[in-house]
Structures are given as structure tokens and as C-alpha cells.
């Protein structure tokens, strides 16, 4: 699973193999054991790539199959598929109520 999602993300970012693995301080040929699912990165490495992605462990791990950010900030998690659009409108309408609550001086925080 892993291994696929890397390769997705890599071709939806327009990036070679061997330009991941300049970024990633490793080989080509250990990016194409990961895209093969010949040999799995350590947690740490995982961690690395979502960053550089910008997807959710959680993506590449096959628990969703939503492009969430990895920034939990930019997150939102809904019990149904949503399309980038309604998940932008989503993320304003949270932002205005974060920005009216702090208006009206409410101290406790909104968790989403």
C-alpha cells in the first residue's frame, strides 16, 4: 500500500525518482524498493515524506484514502467524502467561528 501511495504522490507532484532521493539523502534504488513494496521505510522516514507531501501518515498507511494534510491545523475529518471545495468551505466557515468566538472574547478553545 505504502509503496503505491508513493508513487502517486511523487507522479501527482511531478517528481523523478531520483529527484525524491536527492531531497531524502537516499538512493534511487531505495526509493523504487519503497515504490515496490520491496523493503518499507522506517517511521521516521515515513514521517519525512508526509511532510514533504503534505499528506497524512494515515494516507500512506492505507487508513484513508483522502489526501489529508499533514498539518493537523489544515485538517479536517468528516465521516463521508467531500471534494476540495466543499472541505475549503468547511475550513472558512470554522475559521469564522474561531474569529467570532475570539471576538466576543470566549477563552476556551474550538477543537474540530
Known amino acids: 500500500m505504502l509503496g503505491n501511495r508513493l508513487k502517486n504522490v511523487r507522479e501527482d507532484n511531478d ?3 531520483k ?6 539523502n537516499v538512493s534511487v534504488h531505495t526509493i523504487s524498493s519503497y515504490e515496490r ?6 517511521d521516521e522516514f515515513k ?3 508526509a511532510k514533504l507531501f503534505n ?11 483522502h489526501k ?3 498539518n493537523r491545523e489544515n485538517r479536517i475529518f468528516v465521516p463521508y467524502t467531500l ?7 468547511i475550513q472558512e466557515y470554522a475559521d469564522m467561528v ?5 471576538y466576543k472574547g470566549v477563552k476556551e478553545e474550538v477543537v474540530l
Not at 55 to 65: A, E, I, N, P, R
Open 15 to 17: 517528481m523523478s525518482r
Open 19 to 24: 529527484r525524491l532521493a536527492e531531497l531524502l
Open 37 to 42: 513494496n520491496i523493503n518499507e521505510p522506517d
Open 47 to 49: 514521517v519525512e515524506i
Open 55 to 65: 499528506v497524512s501518515l494515515d494516507y500512506f498507511m492505507g487508513l484513508c484514502d
Open 68 to 70: 489529508y494534510s499533514y
Open 83 to 89: 471534494d476540495d471545495e466543499e472541505i475549503k468551505k
Open 98 to 102: 474561531v474569529d467570532l468566538r475570539k
